[in-house]
Every structure is written in structure tokens, then in C-alpha cells.
């Protein structure tokens, strides 16, 4: 099954049918979804954005009949506020990890509020996803200190860095296990570089769908494939280990 | 029909990048692809830069019709990156690679002009590295190009070694540059190399792979698959590379 691990939504592009249509004609089964206005992180103090944001995404699952998994998104710097909201989206809603984008939000990933959420996240047993690249609060060194510090959470690098700050990617996922890399817009060579030198078991597909357009889902695809590494590798990338990660398409993560 | 040529490949055995001129001749081969500009790999471009053009020179040398070189010199070195430049320059190579980050200097430090000087003195042309800060960021890139307005540059990867394609193509339209072209390797949002075309001109993009890091099939393929016209594709994937290179048009 492929399931792509990055991929944005709202309810207006669901009810097309036009971007499940896009991602079935890649080839793609499901796909974890994130909500499409992270841009609005800018702001806290407004945690009711965040609750209408992620109902939004919430029906969004609903509507794709399952296709889409839905992630949620806070501002940490909301304090309690945020905590409830991850609390309440993951029980009521289904939600299954939490997206965070700090470059937009412009917060800190050393705060004792990215602490207490990243304590939640284990406790609740939903991964954090992290957009990481060069940009200041979100590269890999960044996050790492979250991993360290909470063993028992799993976080997600998309873009693992990007073309910058991949061997920090690299580096960071070799020394902790509950970092787990997605390749989305990751140059050929530095996917293969992670495949030859990292846990296989770690790193995943996510295409950032739809920004680009249609295509792009297929390019990040194609840069996966065309290293063949072997049906197994190429497998677990493409969709197994994030079904085992989240627990869905009959996967269970041991 | 335009030549499809490949205008940023890396040959040589370094610590990421590893590709014989052979092995590269033969992704050629398989994809139609008529010629590529060649540059060193990794440690060369930084530090063994000798070793770097001498393995370019002797790869142009050896396949004159198919491969163009390009050569490097870390302007750190001064005087010595001077005459190293003059030697691969007189030698046969078509111009100067930088890769100011690896190279350890902003792109538009002063200590870049005598060597962008002396390229034009030869008629040749540039191909830099973009969209890593600080060093080698799209609009330093275009202050370097408007000094030596003589001189064309390509700013390989429009900036989209991360996510700077945006400042790529607003240095490209403010001042809009004759002398600065955009290569969309690794540009991953498809869209976004519509936007060069559309804002920039057809005459501006310049198809390139950065292989062995790039796979010349993908590259080539996302460029198929923006549903443009045969000339426009023909323009971008070798047409615009031809008249940099001062090659009389066509196969």
C-alpha cells in the first residue's frame, strides 16, 4: 500500500473529489493529511483558530472514507489552551499526530511549552511532524533536543532538512531512534545516501501534496523508485512503515 | 530541433557525489542526451581544485563532441586561484563553477572579480550554486552578476536547495537581469518552474540535472510533464544552452 506521509487538504478541495482523484492517479491508497492554512500559525492567542482548523481536518478524513489521516496543528505558545486542543482532537476526533510548522508560528523548539507537548504526543501515542529545513526554530539539530529529551515520542522531519541540513537529518536520525525522516523534497542523492546509512525502518515517503501540483507527487515518488532498492526498502518507504507508525492499513507498530 | 544538453553534471570520486565520465556518457546515451557541462565533485570544488580540473580536462578532451567543462578555483587561495583558473581556462574548460559554501565565502564577496573577469576575458560563463545561506543566496548571486554584466550566469537550482526559489525568481524580475538564467533542478513543486517561465521568459530557463545527485531522467522528465509546446521544451532543454555556449543551433 502506498501512503503518502506529507500532504495538505481542505475541505473544499475534498468535496471536488478532485485531490483524492489526484493521489489515486499516483497510485496512492492513503495519505496523512494536514490542514492547508498553516501559514496562519503567525498568531497565537486564538486557540479557537486551531479547533476549527482541525475539525476542518477531521472532516476532511471523514469524507475521503478514511483515505486521508488526519494530523492536527496548535500553536505550543497557546500553553494549555494548545494541550487541550491535541488532547480533544486525538479523543474526539480521531486525529492521529500532531503538525507543526514553527517557522510560521516564528516559536522556539527549546520551550517549555514544545516540552509539554512533545510529553503529550508520547502520552497520547500520536507522532509530532516537524516541517524541518535550514529555516530558523526547524532544523534537525533543533529538533533533536525534543528527541532526546522525549524518548518515548516519535517525531517526524519533513523534508528531513531539505538539501541544506539533510546530513543533520542524517546524523541526528543514526543517534535517535524515535526520529523518523520523510523525504519530501529531498534532492535523488541524498535519499540514497539515507537509505545506504539510516534505519530503512525510519524514513518515509511524503510528497508535500499538493503544493506544485499533481506531478510533484509523482516526481517524489519516481526519486524513491529510481534507485531501486530492492521490493522491501522500497515497501516500507512507500508506505509500510508509516502504516506501521500509525497503525493503519492493518499495520501495528511493535 | 535544439541539442539537448545537460548544463550542470559533476564527474569525479568524492565524498557524496561519485561518476565516471563514461558512466555519465552512458545515462547520456540512453536519454538522448546530446552534450553536458561538467564540473568537479565535493572536496575538489572545495579545496583540490587542481586535481578537480584535471580530471575535467582530460574528460573534455577525451569526448570533445559530447562534454563542455567547467573549472573550479576557491578564491581563498588568491593569486593561486588565478593562475589555476587561467591554466583549465587556456586549457579548454568553458567557464567557472562556484559553489560558495562549500568554498567557505559569500558569493558576492569582492575577492570573486578578478576571477569573473578573467572568464570573460575568455568568453566563458558561470554556473553557481543557489539557496544555501548565507553564502550562496539568489539575490547576492544577481549583485554579483549585475558587476559583470558580460558575463552570463546560471544559478543552478533557482534557490531551491531549500526554500528560497521564491527569492530566485524575485532577483530575477528586480532588476531583470539579461545576464542571469535559472536551472529548476530539485525544484520539487512543479508549479514553480511554470512561474520562471511565465515571469521570467522561456529564454531564461536552462535545464540541468546536478547528477549524480539529480537523476538526469527525472530532471529531464518534470520538464515533459509542464505541458509545454515542443519549442518552448526545446528552448529550456537545450536551445538557451546553445547560444550561452556559442554552439550554432541545432543537432
Keep these: 500500500m502506498i501512503i503518502d506521509a506529507h500532504a495538505h487538504f481542505d475541505l473544499r478541495s475534498i468535496r471536488s473529489g478532485g485531490t483524492v482523484a489526484d493521489f489515486e492517479r499516483n497510485g496512492v491508497e492513503m495519505t496523512v493529511g494536514f490542514v492547508m492554512d498553516l501559514i496562519s500559525e503567525r498568531e497565537p492567542g486564538v486557540p479557537e483558530h486551531w479547533t476549527r482548523l482541525n475539525k476542518e481536518i477531521a472532516e476532511v478524513a471523514r469524507v475521503s472514507g478514511g483515505k486521508v489521516i488526519p494530523f492536527c496543528t496548535v500553536h505550543p505558545e497557546d500553553g494549555d489552551a494548545a494541550l487541550a486542543e491535541i488532547r480533544r482532537s486525538v479523543c474526539e476526533d480521531g486525529i492521529r499526530g500532531i503538525k507543526l510548522q514553527p517557522y510560521s508560528g516564528l516559536y522556539l523548539t527549546c520551550t517549555e511549552s514544545l516540552a509539554r507537548l512533545s510529553a503529550l504526543a508520547g502520552e497520547l501515542s500520536v507522532p509530532v511532524f516537524f516541517h524541518c529545513c535550514f529555516q530558523p526554530y526547524v532544523t534537525p539539530a533543533q529538533i533533536a533536543f525534543l528527541a532526546k529529551a522525549f524518548p518515548g515520542t516519535t517525531f517526524l522531519l519533513g523534508h528531513s532538512g531539505w538539501n541544506n541540513e539533510w546530513p543533520v537529518a542524517k546524523a541526528v536520525a543514526r543517534r535517535f531512534s524515535n526520529i523518523v525522516l520523510c523525504t519530501s523534497g529531498l534532492n535523488f542523492g541524498a535519499i540514497g545516501e539515507l537509505v545506504r546509512t539510516c534505519d530503512t525502518d525510519r524514513i518515509v515517503f511524503g510528497s508535500d501534496f499538493p503544493c506544485g501540483g499533481a506531478h510533484s507527487e509523482w516526481y517524489e515518488m519516481e526519486k524513491i523508485r529510481e534507485h531501486r532498492f530492492g521490493a522491501e526498502i522500497e515497501r516500507k518507504i512507500l508506505g509500510g512503515n508509516i502504516a506501521r507508525l500509525l497503525g493503519v492499513g492493518g499495520a501495528v507498530d511493535e | ?251
Design chain 2, 1 to 251: 530541433m535544439s541539442r539537448i544538453i545537460d548544463a550542470h553534471v559533476h564527474i569525479g570520486s568524492g565524498r557524496r557525489k561519485n561518476q565516471t565520465p563514461e558512466q555519465l556518457l552512458g545515462a547520456m546515451d540512453a536519454l538522448g542526451v546530446d552534450m553536458a557541462v561538467i564540473c568537479p565533485v565535493d572536496e575538489q570544488i572545495a579545496v583540490d581544485n587542481v586535481q578537480g580540473n584535471d580530471l575535467v580536462i582530460d574528460a573534455v578532451h577525451r569526448y570533445p563532441d559530447r562534454l563542455v567543462g567547467l573549472a573550479v578555483a576557491n578564491p581563498w587561495y588568491g593569486q593561486r586561484a588565478l593562475a589555476e583558473l587561467e591554466r583549465a581556462l587556456a586549457a579548454g574548460l568553458r567557464g567557472l563553477k562556484i559553489n560558495a559554501s562549500l568554498q567557505g565565502h559569500w558569493v558576492d564577496d569582492e575577492m570573486m572579480d578578478p576571477l569573473i573577469d578573467l572568464v570573460r576575458q575568455y568568453n566563458g560563463h558561470v554556473y553557481v550554486h543557489s539557496g544555501t545561506p548565507d553564502y550562496s543566496m539568489p539575490f547576492e548571486i544577481c549583485e554579483l552578476a549585475d558587476r559583470h554584466p558580460q558575463v552570463n550566469f546560471i544559478m543552478g537550482h533557482s534557490g531551491n536547495i531549500d526554500v528560497f526559489w521564491v527569492h530566485a525568481l524575485e532577483a530575477g524580475k528586480k532588476p531583470r537581469l539579461q545576464n542571469v538564467f535559472f536551472d529548476p533542478s530539485h525544484i520539487s513543486f512543479l508549479d514553480e518552474i511554470k512561474d520562471f517561465v511565465e515571469n521570467l521568459g522561456v529564454d531564461k530557463v536552462i535545464f540541468a540535472s546536478d547528477s549524480p545527485a539529480g537523476s538526469m531522467r527525472l530532471e529531464l522528465e518534470k520538464l515533459r510533464m509542464l505541458g509545454y509546446g515542443e519549442d518552448i521544451l526545446s528552448a529550456i532543454t537545450g536551445g538557451n544552452m546553445e547560444r550561452i555556449l556559442g554552439l550554432s543551433p541545432g543537432r
